[in-house]
């Protein structure tokens, strides 16, 4: 797993703009580790975190569009 969360860690940093800025300035390597929680496979983890990543990128995205100058 420790494979796995390094991976992922630098995935995170490599799409910083893109929703992961969040894992990368808060998370620790006890966050990554619950991607596994309840029996993913480690495709599963990844899809989980691709997902939250672009979770965050939405928000993101809405609060910047719903703000008037």
């Known amino acids: 797993m420790e494979q796995q969360i390094e991976a992922m860690k630098q995935w995170c940093i490599d799409n910083y703009e893109n929703g ?3 894992m990368v300035e808060c998370w620790g390597d006890g966050n990554y580790a619950s991607l596994w929680d309840n029996g993913l496979t480690d495709a599963q983890a990844w899809k989980l975190l691709k997902d939250l990543a672009s979770v965050y990128a939405d928000r993101r995205a809405d609060a910047r569009n719903s ?3």
Do not use: E, G, K, Q
């Open 67 to 69: 703000y008037s100058y």
């Open 20 to 22: 992961a800025d969040t």
